[in-house]
């Protein structure tokens, strides 16, 4: 059964960089055909997708962070990462990752890890 595991600070302070890690068991990253993908929920908001990894290693990220985004992957230990460079509060959120299927559905999901920007 496939499952997925985020692990991150929780705290941040801004202008810093955020990074998470999702790890995954159950297959591969590496040979596994799905889209590993970031996505954050700020509380009362709605998810707003960040980015995603394909399993040959390309990446594709949100128009409006991607100046700022950068996802990659530890294929030997089956981890795939998120870094999200100079936050600000407004980038407080709960980040989950997600496998995402071709035809566009979510068929897995890590549990979510809340992140806080704050001095």
């Known amino acids: 059964q496939a499952q997925l595991r985020e692990s991150g600070p929780g705290l941040v302070k801004p202008s810093q960089t955020l990074s998470l890690t999702c790890a995954y068991s159950?297959?591969?990253?590496?040979?596994?055909?799905?889209?590993w993908s970031w996505i954050r929920q700020p509380q009362g908001k709605g998810l707003e997708w960040i980015g995603y990894?394909?399993?040959?290693?390309?990446?594709y990220y949100s128009p409006s962070l991607k100046s700022r985004t950068s996802i990659s992957r530890d294929a030997s230990i089956n981890q795939f990462s998120l870094q999200l460079s100079s936050v600000t509060p407004e980038h407080t959120a709960v980040y989950s990752c997600?496998?995402?299927?071709?035809?566009?559905?979510?068929?897995?999901w890590g549990q979510g890890t809340q992140i806080t920007v704050s001095s």
């Open positions: 990894m394909l399993y040959d290693g390309s990446t």
């Open positions: 159950g297959g591969s990253i590496e040979t596994d055909f799905y889209y």
């Open positions: 997600a496998r995402r299927t071709d035809w566009g559905a979510y068929n897995s």
